[in-house]
């Protein structure tokens, strides 16, 4: 017998400084569990990295929503700058917009940042958190590559697959990544704009979210790459040290894009807080 999924819901929040953001809203498969899970993608990708982690949690009866960071994907930027904190307040529209007080959210890499601004945010309404490949504070992008994030030659050779496969399977993939992981990558990285990879990853200078963490006292899972060369696992291991109710695991042998590496990790750590929400 096939199982027929119901069809997505799609909705544009306009935020309060005019950014329009693209939403999706997946409707669970099977016996609803009551549980909502926001998807949050990081710099340079978009909410196709969650495709295989949100076909198995609809599966698991979870309602799952997801959406394109402002200037990423199909939504647009607004008149504030890009920003950390911006994008926690646009995380608590999201929540907002699709009724989802209480869901998991799952933050991957500047995802991570916007999940963690948002619920330490007063009146955050967010039930627990999954974060992967990510840190609370030492993301002092130097100019050198906030440059080339920007730069046209670079932007020139993310374009062509095999050589922009190349390019970013050397420090954001693990090894055991295959070359559709790569391409899949590949492909949100080079359809980002130069100019908004370049100010994201500028944004994050001076950020430290560590003392904010204390006040965040929902049941949270931090997952991070062994190999990962973006951010270092041990920057990952001092959020789950900062957040009062927080178990850490390093995943042996992944890299950086935990979503497109590792789905089956990432469910298991959604069940996990799930069954530790009270």
């Given at each position: 017998m096939t199982t027929v999924a119901p069809a997505a819901t799609e909705s544009t929040l306009v935020t309060d400084d005019g950014a329009r953001l693209a939403v999706t809203v997946l409707a669970p498969l099977g016996t609803p569990?009551?549980?909502?899970?926001?998807l949050v993608h990081g710099w340079a990708a978009a909410r196709r990295v969650w495709g295989t982690v949100a076909d198995r949690l609809i599966r698991q009866g979870h309602r799952v929503m997801l959406y394109d960071l402002r200037g990423h994907g199909a939504s647009t930027l607004g008149r504030e700058p890009f920003s950390v904190p911006r994008l926690g307040a646009d995380l608590g529209a999201v929540v907002e917009h699709v009724e989802a007080s209480g869901a998991i959210v799952v933050g991957h890499s500047g995802?991570?940042?916007?999940?963690?601004?948002?619920?330490?945010?007063?009146?955050a309404r967010v039930g627990g958190l999954v974060l992967l490949a990510t840190a609370a504070h030492d993301q002092d992008t130097p100019d050198s590559e906030v440059r080339m994030m920007g730069s046209p030659v670079f932007s020139w050779a993310v374009g062509r697959p095999a050589l922009g496969r190349l390019l970013l399977g050397q420090n954001m993939?693990?090894?055991?990544?295959?070359?559709?992981?790569?391409?899949?990558?590949?492909q949100m990285f080079a359809a980002t704009s130069p100019q908004m990879?370049?100010?994201?990853?500028a944004s994050t200078r001076g950020m430290d979210l560590r003392a904010d963490l204390a006040r965040v006292s929902v049941p949270a899972v931090v997952l991070a790459g062994g190999g990962d060369k973006?951010?270092?696992?041990?920057?990952?291991?001092?959020v789950a040290e900062a957040l009062p109710d927080a178990r850490f695991e390093e995943l042996e042998g992944a890299g950086h894009m935990l979503p497109l590496?590792?789905?089956d990790a990432v469910v298991r750590a959604v069940e996990e807080v799930a069954g530790r929400v009270g």
């Amino acid at each position: 017998m096939t199982t027929v999924a119901p069809a997505a819901t799609e909705s544009t929040l306009v935020t309060d400084d005019g950014a329009r953001l693209a939403v999706t809203v997946l409707a669970p498969l099977g016996t609803p569990s009551g549980r909502t899970v926001v998807l949050v993608h990081g710099w340079a990708a978009a909410r196709r990295v969650w495709g295989t982690v949100a076909d198995r949690l609809i599966r698991q009866g979870h309602r799952v929503m997801l959406y394109d960071l402002r200037g990423h994907g199909a939504s647009t930027l607004g008149r504030e700058p890009f920003s950390v904190p911006r994008l926690g307040a646009d995380l608590g529209a999201v929540v907002e917009h699709v009724e989802a007080s209480g869901a998991i959210v799952v933050g991957h890499s500047g995802g991570g940042f916007a999940a963690m601004a948002y619920a330490a945010s007063p009146g955050a309404r967010v039930g627990g958190l999954v974060l992967l490949a990510t840190a609370a504070h030492d993301q002092d992008t130097p100019d050198s590559e906030v440059r080339m994030m920007g730069s046209p030659v670079f932007s020139w050779a993310v374009g062509r697959p095999a050589l922009g496969r190349l390019l970013l399977g050397q420090n954001m993939l693990g090894k055991r990544a295959d070359t559709r992981t790569g391409e899949v990558n590949r492909q949100m990285f080079a359809a980002t704009s130069p100019q908004m990879r370049s100010d994201a990853f500028a944004s994050t200078r001076g950020m430290d979210l560590r003392a904010d963490l204390a006040r965040v006292s929902v049941p949270a899972v931090v997952l991070a790459g062994g190999g990962d060369k973006v951010i270092a696992p041990a920057l990952g291991r001092t959020v789950a040290e900062a957040l009062p109710d927080a178990r850490f695991e390093e995943l042996e042998g992944a890299g950086h894009m935990l979503p497109l590496e590792t789905p089956d990790a990432v469910v298991r750590a959604v069940e996990e807080v799930a069954g530790r929400v009270g």
